[in-house]
Antibody, heavy 119, light 108 residues
Framework: QVQLVQSGAEVRNPGASVKVSCKTS????????MHWVRQAPGQGLEWIGW????????NYSQTFQGRVTMTRDTSVSEVYMELTSLRSDDTAFYYC????????????WGQGTLVTVSS | SYELTQPPSVSVSPGQTARITCSGD??????AYWYQKKAGQAPVLVIY???ERPSGIPERFSGSSSGTTVTLTVSGVQAEDEADYYC???????????FGSGTKVTVL
Protein backbone atom coordinates (compact mmCIF):
# COMPACT_ATOMS: atom_id res chain seq x y z
CA GLN A 1 0.00 0.00 0.00
CA VAL A 2 1.01 3.61 -0.51
CA GLN A 3 3.04 4.98 2.38
CA LEU A 4 4.66 8.33 3.01
CA VAL A 5 6.87 8.37 6.10
CA GLN A 6 8.39 11.64 7.18
CA SER A 7 11.42 12.36 9.31
CA GLY A 8 11.08 13.25 12.95
CA ALA A 9 10.52 16.53 14.75
CA GLU A 10 13.17 19.23 14.50
CA VAL A 11 14.10 22.23 16.63
CA ARG A 12 16.07 25.08 15.10
CA ASN A 13 17.27 28.50 16.05
CA PRO A 14 16.06 31.51 14.09
CA GLY A 15 18.14 31.98 10.97
CA ALA A 16 18.99 28.30 10.66
CA SER A 17 17.83 25.80 8.04
CA VAL A 18 15.90 22.57 8.23
CA LYS A 19 15.55 19.67 5.82
CA VAL A 20 12.54 17.37 6.11
CA SER A 21 12.44 14.03 4.33
CA CYS A 22 9.52 12.01 3.04
CA LYS A 23 10.19 8.37 2.25
CA THR A 24 7.72 6.83 -0.17
CA SER A 25 6.78 3.23 -0.83
CA UNK A 26 4.05 1.19 -2.44
CA UNK A 27 4.02 3.01 -5.78
CA UNK A 28 6.25 4.01 -8.68
CA UNK A 29 8.11 6.97 -7.24
CA UNK A 30 8.80 8.78 -10.52
CA UNK A 31 5.19 8.84 -11.67
CA UNK A 32 3.63 11.14 -9.06
CA UNK A 33 4.26 14.76 -8.29
CA MET A 34 4.93 15.29 -4.61
CA HIS A 35 3.73 18.39 -2.79
CA TRP A 36 4.53 19.99 0.53
CA VAL A 37 1.96 21.68 2.76
CA ARG A 38 2.31 23.18 6.19
CA GLN A 39 0.10 24.23 9.08
CA ALA A 40 1.30 26.56 11.78
CA PRO A 41 -0.31 26.37 15.22
CA GLY A 42 -3.79 27.84 15.09
CA GLN A 43 -3.41 28.69 11.41
CA GLY A 44 -4.69 27.27 8.16
CA LEU A 45 -3.18 24.95 5.61
CA GLU A 46 -0.56 26.58 3.41
CA TRP A 47 0.70 25.15 0.14
CA ILE A 48 4.49 25.32 -0.22
CA GLY A 49 5.30 23.75 -3.59
CA TRP A 50 5.82 20.61 -5.60
CA UNK A 51 8.53 18.49 -7.15
CA UNK A 52 8.32 16.24 -10.18
CA UNK A 53 10.36 13.23 -9.03
CA UNK A 54 10.92 12.04 -12.58
CA UNK A 55 13.01 14.99 -13.75
CA UNK A 56 13.40 16.96 -10.55
CA UNK A 57 11.62 20.11 -11.66
CA UNK A 58 10.00 22.18 -8.96
CA ASN A 59 7.52 24.97 -8.46
CA TYR A 60 7.16 26.98 -5.28
CA SER A 61 4.62 29.31 -3.77
CA GLN A 62 5.73 32.90 -4.07
CA THR A 63 5.56 33.05 -0.28
CA PHE A 64 8.51 30.69 -0.01
CA GLN A 65 10.48 31.59 -3.14
CA GLY A 66 14.14 32.03 -2.31
CA ARG A 67 13.90 30.14 0.99
CA VAL A 68 12.66 26.69 -0.03
CA THR A 69 14.32 23.96 -2.05
CA MET A 70 12.72 20.64 -2.91
CA THR A 71 14.84 17.75 -4.06
CA ARG A 72 14.54 14.03 -4.50
CA ASP A 73 16.67 10.89 -4.40
CA THR A 74 15.27 8.35 -6.81
CA SER A 75 17.57 5.61 -5.49
CA VAL A 76 15.70 5.58 -2.17
CA SER A 77 12.33 7.00 -3.31
CA GLU A 78 12.57 10.01 -1.06
CA VAL A 79 11.71 13.66 -1.47
CA TYR A 80 13.08 16.47 0.66
CA MET A 81 12.02 19.96 1.57
CA GLU A 82 14.64 22.38 2.86
CA LEU A 83 13.65 25.71 4.33
CA THR A 84 16.28 28.31 5.11
CA SER A 85 16.47 31.55 7.10
CA LEU A 86 13.96 30.15 9.56
CA ARG A 87 11.77 32.50 11.57
CA SER A 88 9.53 31.85 14.53
CA ASP A 89 6.50 31.92 12.26
CA ASP A 90 7.90 28.95 10.35
CA THR A 91 7.03 26.83 13.36
CA ALA A 92 4.53 24.38 11.92
CA PHE A 93 3.70 20.85 10.97
CA TYR A 94 5.05 20.12 7.50
CA TYR A 95 3.35 17.47 5.37
CA CYS A 96 4.32 15.77 2.15
CA UNK A 97 1.46 14.65 -0.09
CA UNK A 98 1.14 12.64 -3.28
CA UNK A 99 -0.80 14.16 -6.15
CA UNK A 100 -3.03 11.65 -7.90
CA UNK A 101 -3.68 12.17 -11.55
CA UNK A 102 -5.74 12.61 -13.66
CA UNK A 103 -8.07 13.91 -10.98
CA UNK A 104 -5.38 16.07 -9.37
CA UNK A 105 -5.99 15.60 -5.71
CA UNK A 106 -3.78 14.64 -2.79
CA UNK A 107 -4.64 11.06 -2.04
CA UNK A 108 -1.89 10.17 0.43
CA TRP A 109 -0.17 12.21 3.08
CA GLY A 110 2.80 11.85 5.33
CA GLN A 111 2.24 11.87 9.07
CA GLY A 112 3.60 15.38 9.40
CA THR A 113 6.86 16.72 10.81
CA LEU A 114 6.84 19.37 13.51
CA VAL A 115 9.47 22.01 12.97
CA THR A 116 9.93 24.34 15.92
CA VAL A 117 11.88 27.55 15.48
CA SER A 118 12.88 29.03 18.79
CA SER A 119 15.88 30.57 20.44
CA SER B 1 -1.24 35.76 -6.72
CA TYR B 2 -4.86 34.91 -5.99
CA GLU B 3 -6.93 34.12 -2.96
CA LEU B 4 -9.75 31.87 -1.90
CA THR B 5 -12.12 33.27 0.71
CA GLN B 6 -14.04 31.14 3.18
CA PRO B 7 -16.15 32.10 6.20
CA PRO B 8 -14.15 31.58 9.40
CA SER B 9 -16.80 29.49 11.07
CA VAL B 10 -20.08 27.69 10.62
CA SER B 11 -22.17 26.31 13.46
CA VAL B 12 -24.83 23.69 12.97
CA SER B 13 -26.94 21.37 15.10
CA PRO B 14 -26.70 17.62 14.62
CA GLY B 15 -28.86 16.45 11.75
CA GLN B 16 -28.98 19.88 10.14
CA THR B 17 -27.18 21.04 6.99
CA ALA B 18 -23.87 22.87 6.94
CA ARG B 19 -22.91 24.89 3.89
CA ILE B 20 -19.38 26.19 3.48
CA THR B 21 -18.56 28.57 0.68
CA CYS B 22 -15.27 29.29 -1.05
CA SER B 23 -14.95 32.26 -3.37
CA GLY B 24 -12.24 33.15 -5.82
CA ASP B 25 -11.83 34.64 -9.28
CA UNK B 26 -10.06 31.57 -10.60
CA UNK B 27 -12.85 29.17 -9.67
CA UNK B 28 -14.82 29.47 -12.93
CA UNK B 29 -11.68 28.23 -14.69
CA UNK B 30 -10.26 25.73 -12.26
CA UNK B 31 -11.69 22.88 -10.22
CA ALA B 32 -11.94 23.11 -6.45
CA TYR B 33 -11.08 20.42 -3.95
CA TRP B 34 -12.26 20.18 -0.35
CA TYR B 35 -10.21 18.79 2.54
CA GLN B 36 -11.29 18.01 6.06
CA LYS B 37 -8.65 18.63 8.72
CA LYS B 38 -8.85 17.44 12.29
CA ALA B 39 -6.28 18.21 14.96
CA GLY B 40 -3.35 15.83 14.90
CA GLN B 41 -4.41 14.20 11.66
CA ALA B 42 -3.46 14.61 8.04
CA PRO B 43 -6.05 16.26 5.79
CA VAL B 44 -8.69 14.06 4.19
CA LEU B 45 -10.17 14.74 0.75
CA VAL B 46 -13.97 14.94 0.86
CA ILE B 47 -14.78 16.44 -2.57
CA TYR B 48 -12.73 16.71 -5.77
CA UNK B 49 -13.33 18.44 -9.08
CA UNK B 50 -16.05 20.61 -7.55
CA UNK B 51 -18.67 17.87 -7.16
CA GLU B 52 -17.07 14.42 -7.08
CA ARG B 53 -16.99 12.41 -3.88
CA PRO B 54 -14.11 9.99 -3.29
CA SER B 55 -14.88 6.43 -2.37
CA GLY B 56 -15.24 6.01 1.36
CA ILE B 57 -16.60 9.51 1.94
CA PRO B 58 -20.20 9.50 3.25
CA GLU B 59 -22.94 10.57 0.88
CA ARG B 60 -23.85 13.45 3.17
CA PHE B 61 -20.86 15.33 1.72
CA SER B 62 -21.56 17.05 -1.59
CA GLY B 63 -20.13 19.88 -3.64
CA SER B 64 -21.46 22.43 -6.05
CA SER B 65 -20.17 25.29 -8.13
CA SER B 66 -21.63 28.53 -9.40
CA GLY B 67 -19.52 31.23 -10.96
CA THR B 68 -16.78 32.35 -8.61
CA THR B 69 -18.12 30.37 -5.66
CA VAL B 70 -17.96 26.71 -4.79
CA THR B 71 -19.90 25.22 -1.90
CA LEU B 72 -19.35 22.20 0.30
CA THR B 73 -22.60 20.91 1.78
CA VAL B 74 -22.78 18.49 4.66
CA SER B 75 -26.32 17.18 5.01
CA GLY B 76 -27.42 15.56 8.24
CA VAL B 77 -24.32 16.73 10.09
CA GLN B 78 -22.91 14.35 12.65
CA ALA B 79 -20.67 15.06 15.60
CA GLU B 80 -17.74 13.47 13.79
CA ASP B 81 -18.00 16.11 11.05
CA GLU B 82 -16.73 18.76 13.44
CA ALA B 83 -13.46 19.84 11.84
CA ASP B 84 -11.79 22.50 9.78
CA TYR B 85 -12.55 22.47 6.08
CA TYR B 86 -10.34 23.92 3.37
CA CYS B 87 -10.92 24.49 -0.31
CA UNK B 88 -7.97 24.17 -2.67
CA UNK B 89 -7.44 25.10 -6.26
CA UNK B 90 -4.69 25.77 -8.73
CA UNK B 91 -3.92 28.83 -10.82
CA UNK B 92 -4.82 28.99 -14.49
CA UNK B 93 -1.60 27.22 -15.48
CA UNK B 94 -2.25 24.43 -12.99
CA UNK B 95 1.19 24.96 -11.51
CA UNK B 96 0.59 26.98 -8.38
CA UNK B 97 -1.88 25.94 -5.73
CA UNK B 98 -3.63 27.81 -2.97
CA PHE B 99 -5.74 26.81 0.01
CA GLY B 100 -8.70 28.79 1.18
CA SER B 101 -8.53 30.41 4.59
CA GLY B 102 -10.39 27.53 6.19
CA THR B 103 -13.77 27.17 7.90
CA LYS B 104 -14.24 25.73 11.35
CA VAL B 105 -17.41 23.66 11.51
CA THR B 106 -18.82 23.38 15.00
CA VAL B 107 -21.53 20.85 15.76
CA LEU B 108 -23.64 22.30 18.55
Amino acid sequence: QVQLVQSGAEVRNPGASVKVSCKTSGFTFSKYYMHWVRQAPGQGLEWIGWINPYIGTTNYSQTFQGRVTMTRDTSVSEVYMELTSLRSDDTAFYYCARLLTPDYYFDSWGQGTLVTVSS
Amino acid sequence: SYELTQPPSVSVSPGQTARITCSGDVLPKQYAYWYQKKAGQAPVLVIYKDTERPSGIPERFSGSSSGTTVTLTVSGVQAEDEADYYCLTADSSGSLYVFGSGTKVTVL
